[in-house]
T-cell receptor, first 114, second 114 residues
Framework: DADVTQTPRNRITKTGKRIMLECSQT?????MYWYRQDPGLGLRLIYY???????NKGEISDGYSVSRQAQAKFSLSLESAIPNQTALYFC?????????????FGPGTRLTVL | AQSVTQLGSHVSVSEGALVLLRCNYS??????LFWYVQYPNQGLQLLLK??????LVKGINGFEAEFKKSETSFHLTKPSAHMSDAAEYFC????????????FGTGTKLQVIP
């Protein structure tokens, strides 16, 4: 079984709709991240969480919100989706006790906003 | 602020030829360095990392990279390309302390020609 799972894997929605992307992990890691990937831009950090009570904005948080429901679950919400939020979204985890930040990625969610 | 530059968004090599993917970084202190690979329709997975010690690091699938402080480079190489190496490769840099923010490059798509 995958250590980091994301649901749904694909989603098509319309402008203005609220969307939630979910991430679960069985790695026991304390840190979790949400990224978006756009062609030619690499990965950009949306939000990150060091534990359930510690949530921080990344470089492109506008239009997004998150919830850390438990150590193993981290959800990303688009309150009112817009077409330029069409992208591939990745959840990642890391072990905060390590001296280096090696990240483990989920399989991604492809979101299309029409 | 740290940054990563990957030269060449697309690289094509013949099967059996040398693979060389270039990565240069900018960081105020010696960083941690990573190479990740993304196969089609999958998340990123770690190929190799440099944290400390030997500057030539070996990773999975026959890849290796050398940390050259004087050149601020961390180029990825493989002596002989295989068809299964076709993927997108991301170089990443991380701080050594504090939040350990990870910055990803924009990626290089490797095409292997039979």
């Amino acid at each position: 079984d995958a250590d980091v799972t994301q649901t749904p894997r694909n989603r098509i929605t319309k402008t203005g709709k609220r969307i939630m992307l979910e991430c679960s992990q069985t790695k026991g890691h304390d840190r979790m991240y949400w990224y978006r990937q756009d062609p030619g831009l690499g990965l950009r950090l949306i939000y990150y969480s060091f534990d359930v009570k510690d949530i921080n904005k990344g470089e492109i948080s506008d239009g997004y919100s998150v919830s850390r429901q438990a150590q193993a679950k981290f959800s990303l919400s688009l309150e009112s989706a817009i077409p330029n939020q069409t992208a591939l979204y990745f959840c990642a985890t890391s072990d905060g006790t390590r001296s280096y930040n090696e990240q483990f990625f989920g399989p991604g969610t492809r979101l299309t906003v029409l | 602020a740290q940054s990563v530059t990957q030269l060449g968004s697309h690289v094509s090599v013949s099967e059996g030829a040398l693979v060389l993917l270039r990565c240069n970084y900018s960081s105020s202190v010696p960083p941690y360095l990573f190479w990740y690979v993304q196969y089609p329709n999958q998340g990123l997975q770690l190929l190799l990392k440099y944290t400390t010690g030997a500057t030539l690091v070996k990773g999975i699938n026959g890849f290796e990279a050398e940390f050259k402080k004087s050149e601020t480079s961390f180029h990825l190489t493989k002596p002989s390309a295989h068809m299964s190496d076709a993927a997108e490769y991301f170089c990443a840099v991380s701080d050594r302390g504090g939040y350990q923010k990870v910055t990803f490059g924009t990626g290089t798509k490797l095409q292997v020609i039979p």
